[in-house]
């Protein structure tokens, strides 16, 4: 799934990354502990959070992550803001609870980060 089909499923709002609109992403991963994000493969994925902190950056980046998603509306401080531009993450900010972006990326066709659906 493109980026921008991704943004459109999730009704979310592009909060960096306007240059990746073409990405393709095929897992996602849903959590709010970066630990579990570690635990489990997750080169080229979507993370869904509710953190909206520099950890989660950074954590993502090192997990391999290629975008995150912030669930329930929220936007980052800038500091998030300027290390995702900086290290080239795509941010977005989606409308839903996590519980329903999962589900919304699922009937796209999203997978779990194991690679089953």
């Given at each position: 799934?493109k980026l ?48 909206t ?40 900010s ?14 796209h066709g ?8």
């Amino acid at each position: 799934m493109k980026l921008t089909e991704i943004a459109r499923a999730l009704d979310a709002t592009l909060l960096v990354g306007e240059d990746q609109l073409g990405i393709d992403i095929t897992r996602c991963g849903a959590s709010d502990l970066m630990s579990d994000i570690l635990a489990g493969p997750s080169e080229g994925s979507l993370l869904l959070t509710g953190l909206t902190t520099v950890q989660v950056i950074r954590t993502a980046s090192i997990a391999g992550v290629s975008v995150i998603v912030f669930v329930r509306g929220k936007t980052a401080p800038t500091e998030v803001l300027e290390l995702a531009r900086a290290g080239g993450m795509p941010l977005m900010s989606a409308p839903h609870s996590m519980f329903v972006s999962c589900g919304r990326l699922h009937a796209h066709g999203l997978s779990g980060l194991n690679g089953h659906r």
